[in-house]
């Protein structure tokens, strides 16, 4: 039997209920109002600071839907010579950066800043089949009303939005005009307008670009900083244009993940080395660590570290150009390990032990010179670092061209030993005995300082300079990717990647789109070595990497013969000036 009154006070009760909802929910929707008007300044703010901009070329594409998100937007989009840039404003105050976390107060607000890298690098990617360079798209967390504030976090820049336009404009020209257009057209359609219907079986009509509603200031009303920084972003002298942009299959390839040691491969002018310095920045982003890239020219790492501090200027520092030569020196001095590379000393050693030994037998044929048997030495024997002739006679001598007899073999393995004598007894070392210590080395105590190892002409390497590079890698994914055309050989002797124990198991990528040559000078130049053939490091017998398509052409080459040498460089100096 219900009580007098009862069912009142349960009404009472539940209507209160319902005022206190309604109260907790009037509060909430307070707040987020309170945070959208604050968001509304700080965006309105950032257009307005980025304004400048749009009066230089630059497309500034303002409240953008987040891909593939409903509700999340993405406050501007900036793209012009510099590259594109992704900007989030943050009302953000008492930002602390210790390391790779960053702080608003006593909150931790990394994970949010990483979500914009993570859109950077989705945006990237989308951008792939246009060809624009991994690299060349850019986060940034712009802190409202704030200036002087440099931070980079989780590869995301935190700067005062007063700071934005520098940031961008120091970069310099990096992308020619049309390209510019190519990639705003992508990103139109990967960034749509908030509000604007989803993608559908209907055809997306792209929308056009959204600038801010002021107009650019006029230079008088800039300070004369900003009219400084973006004099710089209109005078600077573009870099070369295969910096930010490849063709939509070298795109690919730079970013390409391989579960283990990868090789690409194509005819010269391919653009291999090109692929593998964006790579090599590209995997410096990626891993957080260092980047090995070596070759066995001496001159070429300086050449390649100079212009990555034109692409990426940012990764000064964490890609580590050396030869191969100079890296087996300093990590053996870093370890301590005592060797005197004396190069002249150890020639007169050589010196010495072929006066010994070579004043007959089959060392002496006249088809091979002296010259023959000390590349067999260094490339074959300690190119390889084998230690006993049984190895030596079993050798299949990859690229060596002259095959020898069991007789002849002993006979060099003579003098390779009688050579090792004569070093040691000065005391001495040759280059091929330091890249043996250095290997020696690190398999006897790894080296963990490289995240990744990029080898451009790797088939002018011995055997045992892959072998070393392998060691600081091993088999881990994307750890090694070796560059090179097996036709392109310039040094004696050859190895195959068996020797190293190193299998591509299908990780190996062909380029066949030839952009530095005319398609005249390349059919000329297939004539020259239409009958050459070579071995590979994949082991097997090649005539040449096929051209699918050349971008360019030209002239056709002309043959020109002279009846003397004084008339033939007459004609060459008239044809140069």
């Not at 400084?228 to 600077?236: A, F, P, R, S």
């Not at 050396?322 to 087996?328: E, H, I, L, T, Y």
């Amino acid at each position: 039997m219900t009580m007098a009154g009862e069912s009142a006070g349960t009404e009472a009760r539940r209507q209160r209920g319902l005022a206190a909802e309604h109260r907790r929910r009037a509060t909430e929707a307070d707040q987020r109002a309170s945070r959208f008007e604050i968001a509304e300044r700080t965006e309105s703010e950032t257009a307005r600071v980025l304004a400048p901009l749009a009066g230089i070329g630059y497309h500034l594409l303002a409240d953008r839907r987040w891909p593939g998100s409903g509700t999340a937007q993405v406050d501007m989009v900036v793209v012009g010579r510099a590259g594109v840039f992704i900007v989030d404003t943050k009302a953000w105050r008492d930002v602390t950066v210790d390391g790779d976390r960053i702080s608003r107060g006593q909150e931790d607000v990394t994970d949010e800043i990483a979500r914009l890298a993570d859109l950077a690098y989705a945006t990237e990617e989308a951008l792939v089949h246009v060809g624009l360079a991994p690299g060349e798209v850019h986060a940034v967390a712009a802190l409202a009303g704030q200036r002087e504030m440099h931070a980079h976090v989780a590869s995301v820049d935190v700067l005062g939005v007063h700071d934005v336009i520098g940031h961008i404009t120091k970069r310099g020209a990096r992308l020619s005009a049309a390209r510019v257009d190519e990639i705003l057209a992508a990103l139109l359609q990967y960034f749509p307008v908030i509000g604007a219907a989803a993608d559908t079986e209907a055809q997306v009509i792209v929308p056009a670009p959204v600038l801010p509603r002021r107009q650019p200031p006029s230079v008088e009303s800039m300070d004369e900083e900003l009219v400084d920084q973006l004099l710089d972003g209109v005078l600077e002298a573009p870099i070369e244009t295969w910096m930010a942009s490849l063709d939509p299959a070298q795109a690919k390839l730079v970013r390409r993940s391989f579960n283990g040691p990868a090789r690409i491969r194509g005819a010269a002018g391919t653009g291999k080395t090109v692929v593998g310095l964006h790579r090599a920045a590209y995997l410096a982003r990626a891993t957080g660590g260092r980047v090995l890239f070596t070759t066995y020219i001496r001159t070429l790492p300086a050449v390649l570290e100079s212009l990555l501090e034109r692409l990426a200027p940012d990764l000064v520092g964490r890609v580590h150009f050396v030869n191969v030569d100079a890296f087996a020196n300093q990590l053996l001095k870093a370890r301590g390990i005592t060797f005197d590379l004396d190069a002249l000393e150890a020639r007169r050693a050589f010196s010495t032990a072929w006066n010994a030994v070579s004043a007959s037998g089959p060392l002496k044929a006249a088809r091979f010179t002296r010259r023959y048997w000390e590349e067999e030495i260094a490339s074959v024997i300690k190119g390889r670092g084998l230690t006993d002739f049984d190895q030596y006679a079993e050798l299949a001598r990859v690229g060596r061209r002259h095959a020898l007899p069991v007789e002849a073999r002993q006979a060099v393995w003579d003098l390779y030993e009688r050579y090792t004598s004569e070093l040691r007894s000065r005391g001495v070392s040759d280059f091929q005995d330091v890249v043996l210590l250095a290997r020696d080395a690190v398999r006897a105590a790894p080296l963990d300082d490289y995240a990744a190892v990029i080898v451009d002409e790797a088939q002018d390497l011995s055997c045992a300079m892959v072998s070393l590079l392998h060691a600081l890698v091993g088999d881990r994914p994307d750890g090694l990717t070796l560059i090179g055309d097996g036709q392109q050989t310039i040094y004696p002797g050859g190895y195959t990647l068996s020797e190293v124990g190193i299998s591509l198991a299908g990780r190996g990528v062909v380029l066949d789109v030839n952009h530095r040559n005319t398609a005249e000078i390349l059919e000329f130049a297939k004539q020259m070595v239409a009958d050459d053939q070579y071995v590979d490091i994949e082991g097997v017998d090649g005539a040449g990497d096929a051209v699918s398509a050349v971008t360019r052409s030209g002239e056709r080459p002309a043959v020109h013969s002279f009846a003397s040498r004084s008339d033939h460089d007459a004609a060459l100096v008239a044809r140069i000036e």
